[in-house]
DNA sequence: CAGGGTGCTGTAAGCGCTTACAGTAGCCGC
DNA sequence: GCGGCTACTGTAAGCGCTTACAGCACCCTG
């Protein structure tokens, strides 16, 4: 790789010219800018990103931390936080904690090698997060509430949650119950609180039919089969995911419970085998890829724009309607015209935006 | 963030008494190491990697090249390669094609910021490979063949696919259609290659039922349409990838034909969905993160091994013997216990191991 | 007691770039 | 003919680190 120098010499100039052409930046006149090109072609020069970083004083990259790349989810949010971030000129760094218990230690060796941090879920200590954005790194918080005078970026979960539950009731369900873990993190949390504000609007109680469950799916199996083999089965079964929701079929067919005849289910996420799976399963699409490409963008004003206040973004999420609800929607799934996002089709069957920080049902959580 | 100044005052010490404590390196007396550990811990100090890269020549990062991240292929391998590289302390970088026209130059930006690349499929010129490669970068090619002195890693593809597709002659199958483009990558060519082989050798002709489609649902929807339709319907379609599979689900519903019944589908790939859509789906399996953590360790041997000749290594694939091409299992999908991994359960019903290199079957191609 | 280790620490030269500042030349107006 | 522009280019000081080399005690050996 040649440096700076053999340019300069090469064309005959001094190092400084060479980095004033090879910024665009300054003037140069147009003779030497001409032979410092050909000079640049000659050797095939490309400046070092070192040597222009610590000059500068910036990475010209930034970083997102996830626990895990399993499933659609988070490979979407990083495909639409790649895709922004390449188009702003930024590199991306990546890094899955997998449950390490050094996690912290990743997280601070990458933050020195980025110009902020995208990270998502409770893969990292509130601790270190508050003492990197102390430190003055831009951090962007995904699906995790604020901390530490970082940037959040959310999907809609209350009002979805508590418009999906009421769309069961008005299917008649009276015994509903929720599968996953309110505490596991914030999105359940406030998936269950919509739930529940839901039956208190109508004058039901949950407690009773609600089992905790991960977002895994042997452990919606393991729920689910507790919950249908209980005395009073429930007629409905809320799920924090999608995966949740597939443990649910496998319980409810090893029981030879119809879904939804015998029992309603309904997922989140709308992974692709929503719409594969036998009912399709009704569900909560999140915007994944926008999700990543906000974050992308907060970042971006943060590193760029200079914003220094925190901000909290909120999208809206969208209910897809199908049949594990118990809706008659007698409509083939097609198969997927759209080729540039096959998980992200256009709606299928009915669908419904559920618009963030929108009262207008007045769920009182 | 504090420098190396900072602490070498705060610890009374020089500035390379610090370097020597904090890279764990050289000679430094007991005490002399306490103070400075102490200085080091009062201030904060994290050395900047942006110093220590330039001044040792090394990024301690890698990047990985990728078309898109849809679809679990990409992300698993993804995750297979950073799991393994920060388990070696390295970094990752990410960085998607999506198809841009400047793609090599963003490639080749990236360069400059790693010590070797991994590119996957088609997503950068040939020429830039081995531009690259001559300039002494490490690079390791995926799913793509040789060029340029560089490794490469891949899974097996061509017997397998004469594996699959003699199994579907055992069915009785006796027109069989391939849909996928043998062009658009060296996969779906050597799939082509293991289909026509197995044909050739029962003594049957390939081309008139086969019909180009690129990995996409909705072209082999099209595609299956097209051969559905046509004279002489093919009884079984062997599938480059399982979305395309899909798509030929899709078809065959709409004209009320059975699988396998009326026509036996087989895939490539073992998405999440094909063990939940029914019928089952037979297809191949491949070492996805495997292949992930071997790139990774194939670039370790470069950069850190000083490895210089090239490697080729290919790893076996797993054939998912399923409903859809005919055969008879009742057992049922049962919810994924594993919990680390749920797009690669245990195998369910009948599994074979294909072994590369091996031509034990004699298939000629 | 001189000479030569040994053990530790400091000095300083880079690594490849950016950029403030200082020149230098040519040109204008008076 | 000279001061003062303007337009360009060079000099050099960093950015934060690593590391070869030098220096300095101190101790040991002969």
């Known amino acids: 790789m040649p440096t700076i120098y053999e340019v300069a010499r090469q064309a005959g100039v ?3 010219t060479v980095s004033r052409v090879s910024t ?55 495909l639409g936080y790649e895709d922004q971030a390449a188009t702003a000129g930024q590199s ?14 990743l997280v601070r060796e990458l933050a020195g090698r980025v110009d902020g941090l995208v990270i998502m879920g409770r893969t990292v200590s509130d601790e270190v997060v508050t003492a990197l954005a102390d430190g003055g790194l831009p951090i962007v918080l995904l699906a995790r509430p604020p901390a530490g005078g970082a940037d ?74 507790e919950l249908l083999d209980g005395a009073t089965r429930p007629t409905a079964l809320v799920c924090a995911n999608d995966e949740i929701a597939l443990g649910t079929y496998g319980a409810c067919q090893e029981r030879g419970l119809r879904i939804p005849d015998d029992v309603a289910v309904t997922g989140w996420d ?13 569900t909560v699409r999140q915007p994944l890829r926008e999700l990543g490409a906000l974050a992308s963008r907060l970042m971006q004003e943060r590193v760029h724009g200079g ?30 015209k759209d080729t540039k996002r096959p998980d992200h089709p256009a709606p299928l069957g009915a669908s419904e935006k559920v618009a963030p920080r929108s009262r207008a049902q007045g769920f009182e959580v």
Chains 1, 2 share one sequence.
């Open 270 to 282: 709308d992974i692709a085998i929503a719409r594969y799976i036998s009912p399709t399963l009704t």
């Open 307 to 336: 914003r220094v206040e925190p901000r909290h973004e909120m999208l809206p999420t969208e209910l897809m309607i199908r049949l594990s609800c118990g809706c008659e929607s007698s409509s083939a799934e097609a198969p997927d």
């Open 92 to 105: 991306v760094l990546i890094l899955g904690t997998h449950g390490r218990e050094h996690a912290d230690d």
């Open 152 to 225: 959040t970026a959310r999907t809609e979960n209350l009002l979805a949650a508590a418009t999906l539950t009421s769309h069961l009731i008005g299917h008649g369900h009276r015994r509903l119950a929720f599968i996953g873990d309110p505490d596991s993190s914030p999105d359940a949390g406030e998936r269950w609180a919509g739930f529940r504000a839901a039956l208190l609007r109508a004058g039901m109680a949950a407690a009773p039919w609600t089992l905790r469950s991960s977002f895994r799916e042997h452990e919606g199996y393991a729920a689910a089969s």
């Open 14 to 16: 001094s190092i400084a």
């Open 24 to 78: 665009n930046g300054a003037l140069v006149a147009e003779e030497t800018r001409g032979r410092v090109l050909q000079a640049i072609a000659d050797l095939g020069y490309q400046p070092s990103r070192l040597g222009r970083s610590l000059a500068k004083g910036t990475h010209g990259a930034s970083g997102i931390v996830f626990p895990d790349l399993t499933g659609p989810y988070y490979s979407e949010v990083i």
